[in-house]
C-alpha cells in the first residue's frame, strides 16, 4: 500500500460511462497538479478572426500534392490494401455526402428531447464515445461551410482493435486503421436512418470526408482533450479511435466540455513527443489560431507516415492510449506524479518492418533528403517544378505543352475534401 504522503490531491472526479454498452461507470480522479480549464484553452476573439479572415480547408485540399505524392512510396502491401480499402469505403463516403437530402421516414414526436434515446442508439451500435454540441462552424473547411445543413452535432468514437495497434508501425495496425473507417461508415449510416425513423433530418460527416476540423467538437461534448500528440485524447481509449459526425435537426440537450487533466498531464508526460521518428512533435505549447496547443510539424510527419506503415508511433505510446485514462490518473495520484509506463519498453519499444528495434532513447536517423516532399495543392507544387526548371534554363516548347497539358487536368479534375485526414 503506497503511503499517504506519495499521493497527489485530487481537483476533482470525472464520472464516464464504461467502455461497452452495458458496463458499469468508471471514475477518472484528476490531480490538483494537472487541473486546468474544461476543454480547450482558447481565446474566442482570435478564433473568431481566423475564421474570419483565414478560414481553414482540408488538408486532402492543402496538401493535395503529398496526398498523391504517397501512393508512389507506399510499400507493395499497404499499395494493395489502400487500394481495396478506397474500394470498399467510397460507396460509404458517397452515401454520407447526400446524407442530410434524405427526408425522415417517421413522424416526429414533439416537445420530447432525444438526447438519450440517441445516444443509446449509438453505443448500442458499437461507438465507444457519444457526445452532443452545437457544429462550430469557425472549425468548418472553407469548401464545406455551405455544406452543414443542420445545427446540432453528434460526436461518434469508434474505436479500432486493440492488440493491432499495438503494433504500430505494421500493416497489421494499418487493417486496423482503416478497417475501422470501413465498420464506422456503415454505423453511421445506420444512425441517421434511425434518427430519420423518429422524424428528423440526419446528415452524417463521414471520417473520410471531414467538414472541419473535428476534435473541438469533441472537446466541446465532453469526450476528450487534445493531447501533446495533436489527437483527441478519450477515457477509454485515447487517440485509438476514428472520428464521424452526424448533424441534425433533432431536439438534444449540448454536453459540457470537461477537465480530464489532459493538457497538463501531457506537459509532464511527453512520451510521444520524445518517441516521434520524424520528431515532428513539439515540446512546448503554442498559440495557434486562438487554440494553446502542442503544434505538430507537418512535413516533418508526413515522409515517416508514408514510407513506414502509416507510422502512428504517438499514438502507439500515449500511455491513456495503452491503459486507459482511469488507470493512469489513478496511477499518477497513487504514485505522486508518475507517469505509468514512461521509459519502459512495454509503452515506449517500437519495430520498424525491416526488424530494427527501438527502444526507449532510441530513435532512427534520416537525412535531410528523406523530408523532401512535394507541398501544397498540386497547382502549387506543378508550378514550383515549372519555376526550377525556369531557373535552370528556357524550357522548351515540349516541356511548356506538358506543363499546360497537367495544369488543365488539375482545373478539370477540382478538388476533393474526400481522403484519411
Given at each position: 500500500m503506497l503511503?499517504?504522503?506519495?499521493?497527489?490531491?485530487?481537483?476533482?472526479?470525472?464520472?464516464?460511462p464504461g467502455r461497452k454498452h452495458g458496463?458499469?461507470?468508471?471514475?477518472?480522479?484528476?490531480?490538483?497538479?494537472l487541473a486546468t480549464v474544461p476543454g480547450i484553452p482558447l481565446k474566442e476573439e482570435d478564433v473568431a478572426f481566423y475564421s474570419r479572415v483565414y478560414p481553414i480547408e482540408s488538408q486532402n485540399i492543402e496538401k493535395a500534392a503529398d496526398r498523391e505524392w504517397v501512393w508512389t512510396v507506399y510499400t507493395e502491401d499497404i499499395l494493395k490494401y489502400r487500394t481495396r480499402h478506397d474500394e470498399l469505403n467510397e460507396p460509404l463516403v458517397s452515401a454520407a455526402a447526400v446524407s442530410g437530402n434524405i427526408e425522415p421516414t417517421g413522424t416526429a414526436e414533439q416537445g420530447v428531447d432525444l438526447t438519450e434515446m440517441i445516444r443509446l442508439k449509438g453505443r448500442e451500435l458499437g461507438f465507444g464515445e457519444v457526445g452532443f454540441t452545437k457544429?462550430?462552424?469557425?472549425?468548418?473547411?472553407?469548401?464545406?461551410?455551405?455544406?452543414?445543413?443542420?445545427?446540432h452535432t453528434i460526436c461518434l468514437a469508434l474505436?479500432?482493435?486493440?492488440?493491432?495497434?499495438?503494433?504500430?508501425?505494421?500493416?497489421?495496425?494499418?487493417?486496423?486503421?482503416?478497417?475501422?473507417?470501413?465498420?464506422?461508415?456503415?454505423?453511421?449510416?445506420?444512425?441517421?436512418?434511425?434518427i430519420r425513423s423518429l422524424g428528423y433530418h440526419a446528415q452524417v460527416h463521414s471520417p473520410n470526408d471531414n467538414s472541419g476540423a473535428y476534435i473541438p467538437m469533441f472537446v466541446a461534448a465532453g469526450l476528450g482533450q487534445l493531447g501533446a500528440n495533436g489527437q483527441l485524447l478519450s477515457p477509454h481509449f485515447g487517440s485509438r479511435?476514428?472520428?464521424?459526425?452526424?448533424?441534425?435537426?433533432?431536439?438534444?440537450?449540448?454536453?459540457e466540455p470537461i477537465d480530464y487533466g489532459i493538457h497538463q498531464f501531457c506537459q509532464e508526460c511527453q512520451v510521444c513527443v520524445n518517441r516521434?521518428?520524424?520528431?515532428?512533435?513539439?515540446?512546448?505549447?503554442?498559440?495557434?489560431?486562438?487554440?494553446?496547443?502542442?503544434?505538430?510539424?507537418?512535413?516533418?510527419?508526413?515522409?515517416?507516415?508514408?514510407?513506414?506503415?502509416?507510422?502512428?508511433?504517438?499514438m502507439k505510446v500515449c500511455p491513456i492510449q495503452k491503459y486507459g485514462m482511469p488507470v493512469v490518473?489513478?496511477?499518477?495520484?497513487?504514485?505522486?506524479?508518475?507517469?505509468?509506463?514512461?521509459?519502459?519498453?512495454?509503452?515506449?519499444?517500437?519495430?520498424?518492418?525491416?526488424?530494427?528495434?527501438?527502444g526507449p532513447g532510441q530513435l532512427p536517423q534520416f537525412d535531410r533528403q528523406f523530408f523532401d516532399i512535394p507541398h501544397g495543392t498540386k497547382s502549387d507544387w506543378l508550378f514550383e517544378q515549372f519555376k526550377d526548371k525556369l531557373n535552370d534554363n528556357m524550357p522548351s516548347t515540349e516541356e511548356i505543352m506538358d506543363f499546360a497539358v497537367e495544369l488543365k487536368k488539375i482545373v478539370d479534375e477540382g478538388h476533393t475534401t474526400r481522403g484519411d485526414e
Amino acid at each position: 500500500m503506497l503511503k499517504e504522503e506519495a499521493r497527489e490531491k485530487v481537483s476533482h472526479v470525472v464520472t464516464r460511462p464504461g467502455r461497452k454498452h452495458g458496463d458499469a461507470d468508471v471514475q477518472i480522479p484528476v490531480a490538483e497538479a494537472l487541473a486546468t480549464v474544461p476543454g480547450i484553452p482558447l481565446k474566442e476573439e482570435d478564433v473568431a478572426f481566423y475564421s474570419r479572415v483565414y478560414p481553414i480547408e482540408s488538408q486532402n485540399i492543402e496538401k493535395a500534392a503529398d496526398r498523391e505524392w504517397v501512393w508512389t512510396v507506399y510499400t507493395e502491401d499497404i499499395l494493395k490494401y489502400r487500394t481495396r480499402h478506397d474500394e470498399l469505403n467510397e460507396p460509404l463516403v458517397s452515401a454520407a455526402a447526400v446524407s442530410g437530402n434524405i427526408e425522415p421516414t417517421g413522424t416526429a414526436e414533439q416537445g420530447v428531447d432525444l438526447t438519450e434515446m440517441i445516444r443509446l442508439k449509438g453505443r448500442e451500435l458499437g461507438f465507444g464515445e457519444v457526445g452532443f454540441t452545437k457544429f462550430d462552424h469557425k472549425y468548418a473547411y472553407a469548401s464545406k461551410k455551405r455544406w452543414v445543413k443542420y445545427e446540432h452535432t453528434i460526436c461518434l468514437a469508434l474505436e479500432q482493435d486493440y492488440a493491432q495497434t499495438q503494433s504500430i508501425p505494421s500493416l497489421n495496425a494499418e487493417f486496423a486503421h482503416f478497417g475501422t473507417y470501413e465498420v464506422e461508415g456503415a454505423l453511421a449510416l445506420d444512425m441517421a436512418d434511425y434518427i430519420r425513423s423518429l422524424g428528423y433530418h440526419a446528415q452524417v460527416h463521414s471520417p473520410n470526408d471531414n467538414s472541419g476540423a473535428y476534435i473541438p467538437m469533441f472537446v466541446a461534448a465532453g469526450l476528450g482533450q487534445l493531447g501533446a500528440n495533436g489527437q483527441l485524447l478519450s477515457p477509454h481509449f485515447g487517440s485509438r479511435a476514428r472520428l464521424a459526425m452526424i448533424t441534425t435537426d433533432a431536439p438534444i440537450t449540448y454536453d459540457e466540455p470537461i477537465d480530464y487533466g489532459i493538457h497538463q498531464f501531457c506537459q509532464e508526460c511527453q512520451v510521444c513527443v520524445n518517441r516521434c521518428p520524424g520528431r515532428a512533435l513539439v515540446k512546448q505549447k503554442v498559440w495557434w489560431r486562438g487554440a494553446e496547443k502542442n503544434k505538430l510539424i507537418y512535413e516533418r510527419c508526413r515522409p515517416v507516415m508514408a514510407r513506414y506503415d502509416g507510422c502512428g508511433i504517438c499514438m502507439k505510446v500515449c500511455p491513456i492510449q495503452k491503459y486507459g485514462m482511469p488507470v493512469v490518473m489513478k496511477y499518477y495520484v497513487e504514485t505522486g506524479g508518475e507517469i505509468l509506463g514512461k521509459n519502459t519498453d512495454n509503452l515506449e519499444g517500437f519495430e520498424f518492418d525491416d526488424g530494427t528495434y527501438f527502444g526507449p532513447g532510441q530513435l532512427p536517423q534520416f537525412d535531410r533528403q528523406f523530408f523532401d516532399i512535394p507541398h501544397g495543392t498540386k497547382s502549387d507544387w506543378l508550378f514550383e517544378q515549372f519555376k526550377d526548371k525556369l531557373n535552370d534554363n528556357m524550357p522548351s516548347t515540349e516541356e511548356i505543352m506538358d506543363f499546360a497539358v497537367e495544369l488543365k487536368k488539375i482545373v478539370d479534375e477540382g478538388h476533393t475534401t474526400r481522403g484519411d485526414e
